[in-house]
């Protein structure tokens, strides 16, 4: 699941023209951090639902990768 979300993250980074990242911190923000933008989460947002079917965005804000991590995992688990 991490792999796949690093790749998404890269995918949207590199999409914008912000560096991508080799590995990913659970405490980077992904604002701060990495330097999504409002239509960088959005793009995200409909990435990760298009691989995994799950709106990660649909409860609550996601701050930082950590939270969507744990997030993805639930799903997982719950498939």
Known sequence: ??????????TVLSNA???TISEMNKEQSLRDDLGLDSINL???T??????FGIDVFEEDFIETVGQLLSILEKA????
């Open 1 to 10: 699941m991490e792999k796949e979300l690093l790749e998404l993250l890269n």
């Open 17 to 19: 023209g912000l560096d």
């Open 76 to 79: 997982g688990d719950n498939a």
């Open 46 to 51: 409909v990435r990760i639902d298009d691989k």
């Open 42 to 44: 959005a793009d995200l």
